[in-house]
């Protein structure tokens, strides 16, 4: 038997997740299980639907705290749902553990649930051999009613593809903070400083944007582009309704910082993780109504492209030419840190 080599630092491979996934068990209450590109779980609850979501963050320890609620309460709104309750599992290194440590982490989650009004319900937390910096797994639970759920699955041909802000929102913040000592060598301290600010403006939350966009109710699908950047997103949102996609390449808006930060470091800011950055698909004529409900929370609505048939694959059209789009299950940000 031919050893196989093992899996890179990342998502994994799609199609042994989705092997994984065919075996999962169902429920009749379960109303959306496990599948590549639907942001969280949602279960039947009588009147209303309950949404949940699990994800951790592992890529940096400043401001986990506050990704960790952030990213979670993403995927819970891009259901349509209001996200209310988070539970965390919160494993600290041995030997770097202390008061100080758990105190900095329980003030970023306390203050990043109070902005959304979510209220902290339980958990776990330990001293775990074997970490060199923390790692926290958020667990998101909202309400949605049951008209007003949005599903990945729900994404039709010829749908528009828009997009709230220029990317890499999260991974430019990421970066700055984590190379700032490289990069401070390569730009102005100044950009830096602005970068590091995006944790905060414009935010890694979509929460605002996704609910105005779901009350306009011309919304077929949202999703919240984490791990793998814009790219992967839109491989994920097309997969999740079974359909293709064609990007416009000189449609996408790229933030001056992360722009300059990625091209120090030669990363593709397509690939970059980018919390922050909504993705939707909505039929032409809600795009404009869309498009206001966006604005008046100070998000934007660039379209970027459309989803087409599933035998078109998922594209991007450079300069006239069109070729596959990369699908990234390593964030480029992992070449780095």
């Not at 989705?18 to 949602?42: M, Y």
């Not at 790692?135 to 828009?162: C, Y």
């Amino acid at each position: 038997m031919v050893k196989q080599p093992p899996f890179p630092v990342g998502k994994l491979p799609t199609d042994v997740l989705d092997n994984l996934l065919k075996s999962a068990s169902s429920h009749p209450r379960l109303v959306v299980g496990p599948k590549i590109g639907e942001d969280a779980a949602v279960i039947d609850m009588g009147e209303r639907y309950l949404v949940a979501k699990s994800d951790p963050i592992t890529f940096v320890e400043n401001h986990i705290g506050r990704y960790a609620v952030h990213v979670n309460a993403n995927d819970i709104a891009c259901m349509g749902a209001t996200p209310l309750w988070f539970l965390m599992t919160l494993l600290l290194p041995e030997g770097r553990a202390d008061e100080a440590m758990i105190s900095r982490i329980w003030e970023e989650v306390e203050d990043a649930c109070a902005d959304l009004d979510i209220t902290i319900c339980g958990g776990h937390t330990e001293i775990t051999s074997g970490l060199e910096f923390p790692i926290l797994s958020g667990h998101m639970l909202g309400e949605v009613s049951k008209e007003n759920l949005v599903r990945g699955a729900d994404a039709q041909v010829d749908d528009l593809i828009l997009l709230t802000r220029p990317i890499p929102v999260e991974g430019t913040a990421i970066l700055a903070d984590a190379k700032y000592d490289f990069l401070k060598n390569h730009m102005d301290v100044e950009i830096l400083e602005n970068a590091k600010k995006n944790l905060e403006s414009p935010g890694i939350s979509v929460v605002a944007q996704a609910l105005a966009a779901a009350g306009t109710g011309q919304v077929h699908a949202m999703h919240d582009p984490t791990e793998g950047g814009m790219a992967t997103g839109i491989h994920e949102m097309a997969e999740a309704a079974g359909l293709g996609a064609i990007v416009e390449e000189n449609n996408i808006p790229i933030s001056f910082e992360g722009g300059k930060i990625c091209k120090a470091l030669n990363l593709d800011p397509l690939g970059v993780i980018t919390s922050g950055a909504l993705l939707l698909a909505v039929p032409a004529e809600g795009e404009e109504t869309v498009r206001e409900a966006l604005m008046a929370t100070g998000a934007m609505g660039v379209q970027i492209g459309r989803l087409c048939a599933p035998d078109s694959g998922v594209m991007i059209r450079r300069d006239g030419k069109t070729s596959p789009l990369r699908r990234f299950d390593s964030d480029e940000i992992s070449k780095v840190l």
